[in-house]
């Protein structure tokens, strides 16, 4: 097992143009806080980004901060917060779901897509990604985007490489859009609801004008006894209580909200963002993504295929958060097609390797797209060394 | 003006004339197709009107499946496809050449599928960008990119070029906005990408499609986000002395945490073409001029107006100007989207659209101004203050050969410019032939090559779009 820790982008070329020769493939690490989700990859070697790091752009007037790819994440949101910005998409911390340890990397963020709750209103990691500089398969240094947040100059690579799990290319520097941090932050909370009555709730709240920045279903017995439906608000404090009683107002039926701010609220959330109900147990987790209403039924379905399976929605009931037995196959064929007809997708986050070898990680592609998704891997990777089989067996 | 190259028409092709047509007409009824040059003539150039190329011939296909069978049959018979959605492109994206087939989506203007409750829309590539927002607006909703030619321009024409609009500051451009497509690929195979949903199982296609410029396939239909419109939304004026302070101001409102859904600049010549156009009741005598507008309930607007009046204060604002009523508002956002047709009444004019670090700003409109000078002609400026999307409109006139050719280089002076001081070549626009050979001044030979060996991956025969985007000469197909 060879460790690579390149000091600069060019010696991060030099080492990749020397793996293509030897032919032995790489695993990329930063903070080494993710290595579990994908298929597990046979690599003997690993590229590390822990020798890049340091904020290399910051201008809070322009809402833009670019760093090296393994800047700890910790410190992107430090540096940030000392100017009350903040990341727009809220990234999840893999740690306590995949009982990792390590410090999570920004460029792991951007190679993973990672997000959180606040990706029903501020959109995804990719949606704030704005700059790359990665490092192909070729050993060439290429870069994507830039540091403006309006550029659609040439093919947006950004996005491909943002969920691309490394196997596209080792990123050097990563630059994002960032966001003012709000003056005030509350949660709405609502009890006892069915999931179907929460994510109506869910759905009505995200129809009003009065802008939830995160909306989310705990159903009973998870974190709590009773079911537990939240709405998370973010604004001028003023307008935090005119839109609250507004909200309150508009979801009368569903009965009066709670309404919790400072700790108990940023907690909450934090167990919702990292799937905490999930963290040191011995259950497969599943992330299924679909249509917001449809949440209730997947779970529906898969709760009468599948007996003991657990589950909370975020994103307005459009990210369901499962948790089943892991069993031989972590329920795959069942949940899989619980889906299916409801037209999303699922993705199995956390399981022993084993199963991740054995079942689709990923959602399965038709034929054009699984294709098109070989060819895009082929154009940065052409003698296959980053990642291989992590997203897809094979490739 | 005569400085950017076509390929040579493929004469192989041309002599197939017939044998193409015919082989078209066998796929889509006679009316779908469009063959006599009166007819084709619509189709010859854009919204960049300088140039323009009779295509072969022209199909407007009513299906997702007519368009695949056109796809097959141009590809199996090697004949170069150009996409179009409602021809608006000012960068010349959908403009043809002789020996390509025009692939016009103009029919396929239906919106399939409302769903409030999920806040999405399931429409046909040709609907109007406006029309998506006209059709949920009783209910209270909206479809957010808002490019200035949305009356005209199609959901399709969108996605290949990522427009954004002046309301992205808050809600985001095209690729934000759109979870779904059905994607026609050269082989006529048809793809669904994305859905409903949030986010992609494997890689992001979908955002590799969305700005691809019609260089990777046909879109056809498309799943877009609507989201609920605030409760009210007033746009104010504010005059500056200078661009300088205008400009500060912008930094500073976003450096005290505000972020209005919309900033606009306007510098006094454009102040006064727009003017003269839209009678909005701007200020005649400021040198910059912002509209800001912001969002919410009639208190929460007060609210955050009064931050912002007192922040312009700070920067030495000279005139503020709210908007008493929704007529006024309508006026004053008419004369900011007109900017471009009003120009066009006073004088021909290039329309730039690089994006700059908005801290490069002052710095930026005084060299513009230089440039442009420098090549004896005047420039008006309109553009998006919070993000740094500049669209210097260069007047000239296009009867004058010379002056035309001076108002091409300038222009490109002026995006070579934006990409020094680290901005980009084009920020809502898109490439297409008019930025095309500026491209190596952005990327690198690695860059490109990556970016065309992903384009590969969709077209090995450089059939889509094929002018477009990459410069002619150092072309990569894997």
């Known amino acids: 097992m060879t460790l690579h820790i390149p000091a600069t982008e060019a010696q991060a070329c030099a080492i990749v143009k020397s793996v293509i020769e030897s032919g032995t493939p790489l695993s990329i690490i930063g903070g080494n806080t993710r290595a579990g989700l994908g298929r597990p990859t046979q690599t003997q070697s690993t590229l590390s980004s822990a020798g890049l790091t340091g904020i290399t752009l910051y201008e809070p007037s322009e809402m833009v901060i670019g760093a090296r790819a393994g800047t700890p994440l910790a410190l992107v949101q430090e540096t940030l917060a000392a100017r009350g910005q903040m990341l727009p998409f809220e990234p999840m911390d893999h740690r306590a779901l995949l009982g990792s340890e390590g410090e999570p990397t920004i460029g792991a963020v951007a190679a993973g897509n990672v997000s959180g709750p606040r990706r029903i209103n501020a959109g995804a990691a990719r949606d704030s990604l704005i700059g790359i500089r990665l490092v192909n398969g070729r050993g060439e240094a290429i870069k994507s985007g830039g540091r403006v947040m309006k550029n659609v100059t040439g093919l947006d690579l950004v996005k491909l490489v943002s969920g691309s799990y490394g196997t596209l290319g080792f990123l050097t520097e990563v630059i994002f859009r960032v966001l003012p941090v709000p003056e005030r932050v509350v949660t709405l909370v609502w009890r006892g609801l069915s999931d179907e009555a929460a994510v109506a709730l869910l759905s009505a709240a995200l129809g009003s004008p009065f802008e939830p920045f995160a909306a989310a279903h705990l159903p009973e017995g998870i974190g709590a006894d009773q079911a537990r439906t939240l709405l998370r608000l973010e604004n001028f404090s003023d307008s935090i209580d005119y839109r609250s009683r507004e909200l309150g107002d508009l979801l009368r039926v569903h009965g009066a909200p709670e309404m919790i701010e400072g700790e108990a609220s940023l907690e909450l959330w934090h167990d919702v963002r990292d799937a905490r109900f999930f963290s040191g147990t011995e259950e497969a987790v599943w992330r299924l993504s679909l249509a917001p209403t449809l949440g209730p039924k997947a779970t529906a379905t898969i709760s009468a295929r ?5 589950w909370f929605y975020d994103w307005g009931g459009g990210l369901v958060w499962l948790a089943v037995p892991a069993g031989e196959d972590a329920a795959a064929g069942a ?40 060819g895009i891997k082929t154009s940065f990777d052409p003698a296959g060394i980053f990642e291989p089989g992590r997203i897809y067996a094979g490739t | 003006m005569s400085a950017i190259a076509f390929p040579v028409p493929d004469q192989s092709i041309l002599a197939r004339r017939d044998a193409i047509i015919a082989g ?33 011939a022209v199909v407007l296909p009513s299906t997702t499946q007519e368009v695949a069978a056109i796809m097959k049959f141009c590809g199996e018979q090697g004949v170069p496809i150009v996409p179009r959605g409602a021809g608006t492109s000012l960068a010349g994206g959908a403009i043809p050449q002789e020996d390509a087939v025009v692939i016009g989506v103009s029919k396929m203007n239906r919106i399939l599928a409302i769903d409030y409750a999920n806040r999405v829309a399931r429409v046909q590539a040709g609907v109007t960008n406006l029309a998506v927002t006209g059709e949920v607006s009783a209910e209270g909703f909206f479809y957010a990119p808002d490019p200035s030619s949305q009356l005209a321009c199609s959901i399709g024409g969108n996605i290949g070029m990522n427009s954004g609009g002046a309301h992205c500051l808050k809600y985001g451009v095209t690729t934000n906005n759109v979870l779904g497509v059905t994607l026609v690929m050269l082989d006529g195979s048809i793809v669904e990408v994305g859905g409903a949903h949030l986010d992609a199982p494997g890689l992001d296609i979908l955002g590799l499609i969305v700005g691809s410029e019609g260089q990777l396939g046909v879109v056809t239909e498309a799943t877009v986000r609507i989201l609920r419109s605030a409760e009210g939304a007033r746009p104010v004026l504010f005059g500056f002395p200078t661009s300088e302070e205008a400009g500060a101001a912008v930094a500073a409102i976003i450096g005290a945490g505000i972020i209005p859904v919309a900033m606009e600049f306007m510098d006094k010549p454009a102040i006064e073409i727009c003017e003269a156009f839209a009678k909005a009741g701007y200020p005649m005598d400021v040198e910059a001029l912002l509209i800001i507008e912001v969002e919410g309930s009639d208190t929460e607007m007060d609210a955050q107006l009064a931050r912002i009046v007192a922040i312009a204060r700070e920067h030495g604002v000279k005139t503020v100007k709210e908007s008493q009523s929704a007529m006024e508002s309508a006026a004053i956002w008419k004369g900011r989207k007109s900017a471009f047709g009003a120009t066009g009444r006073i004088a021909d004019y290039i329309c730039m659209d690089g994006t700059i670090p908005t801290g490069q700003l002052p710095y930026v409109l005084r060299r513009m101004d230089e440039i442009v000078k420098g090549y004896g002609l005047r420039v008006a ?36 410019l934006c990409v020094e001081v680290g901005g980009c070549l084009t920020g809502e626009h898109g490439v297409g032939i008019e930025k095309r050979d500026l491209m190596t001044f952005q990327f690198n030979p ?7 060996r992903v384009r590969a991956v969709f077209d090995q025969a450089w059939l889509l779009n094929p002018a477009k985007v990459f410069p002619l000469e150092g072309r990569v197909a894997a």
């Open chain 2, 381 to 416: 400026n309109v553009f998006h203050a919070g993000d740094g999307n500049l669209h210097p409109l260069i007047l000239y006139n296009c009867n004058d050969p010379v002056e035309a050719q001076k108002a091409e280089d300038a222009g490109m002076d002026i995006l070579k």
């Open chain 2, 24 to 56: 078209l007409a066998r796929l889509v009824p006679a009316e779908a197709l469009i063959t006599s040059a009166d007819e084709r003539r619509p189709y010859e150039t854009d919204a960049l009107t300088a140039y323009r190329r009779l295509p072969m």
């Open chain 1, 335 to 374: 949940i899989r097609a619980a889906i299916k007809p409801l037209g999303g997708h699922a993705t199995l986050v956390r399981a022993p390797a084993a199963i991740r070898a054995s079942v689709p990680v990923f959602e399965p592609l038709a034929e054009p797209l699984m294709r098109v998704s070989t």
């Open chain 1, 306 to 310: 599948v007996p003991g399976a657990r």
């Open chain 2, 446 to 452: 690695e860059d490109l090559n990556q970016q065309m």
